[in-house]
């Protein structure tokens, strides 16, 4: 098991077999079918398998996402024809977590902790209050506290599953943050200022600063209230 990956590199060879271990919860994607799909992607995507296994030491930095982008589309696209995947992307942020957690064991490395505390049972489950924090000096560019406290309360009003995602996956790393992530800066798009214009209306090519500075104090919030230490 050992010979499985080096510090850079690993064999080009035909895998090790799939480490079978219980998963850390269940209720998004079962221990049957994190078996299956993973099973699945060792068998039929060896290459994605050694590509991605290369990063585990990298703590899902930019890079290990980048990568894990890759697998996401082939269970999407290729296993999916095959094989159950899951419907959600709780459920898929699972079974990446659960990935890693199985190239780890193969690297004799310990899982990658967990943090924190979830935002509330579940995604459908009451939500607490965020706390009010005062916003940095960046979002004050662009807006005033009052402005970025309320565009903020709403959208969680509206969105509180995508909080509770969020945290999930930020509890977990920040593996698989972006689908969501996406959602919300989309939902801060649709506000208009109290100047009349949209948020986001700063956008210069693909940087949209205000956006950016505001989905920066939703992160800083839901670190505080989950207890998530960085």
Request: glycine content about 6%; proline content about 7%; hydrophobic content about 35%.
């Amino acid at each position: 098991m050992s010979t499985f990956l080096q510090e850079h590199d690993f064999p080009s060879g035909s895998l090790p077999e799939l480490p079978k271990i219980p998963v850390l919860r269940s209720a998004y994607c079962s221990q049957e079918l994190t078996d299956k799909v993973l099973q699945y992607l060792w068998d039929n995507a060896p290459d994605l398998v050694r590509e991605q296994a290369k990063r585990e030491h990298l703590n899902y930095d930019q890079e290990y996402g980048m990568q894990l982008g890759h697998i996401v589309t082939f269970i999407q696209k290729v296993a999916s024809k095959d094989v159950e995947i899951p419907k959600t992307r709780l459920g898929m942020l699972d079974l990446l977590f659960e990935m890693s957690r199985r190239f780890r064991k193969l690297r004799n490395l310990p899982d990658a902790p967990v943090r924190g505390i979830p935002l509330a049972e579940g995604p459908d489950a009451p939500m607490p209050a965020l706390p009010t924090l005062p916003i940095s000096f960046e979002t004050q560019k662009f807006l005033s506290q009052e402005t970025a406290d309320n565009i903020i309360k709403q959208v969680y009003s509206e969105h509180p599953a995508w909080f509770y995602e969020l945290t999930e996956n930020m509890r977990r790393g920040g593996m698989y943050i972006w689908p969501v992530g996406q959602d919300i800066r989309e939902a801060l798009r649709q506000f208009v200022l109290p100047n009349g214009t949209h948020l986001g209306a700063s956008k210069t090519g693909t940087l949209v600063r205000d956006i950016d500075a505001l989905y920066g104090e939703i992160i800083q919030r839901l670190l505080k209230v989950c207890k998530i230490q960085r």
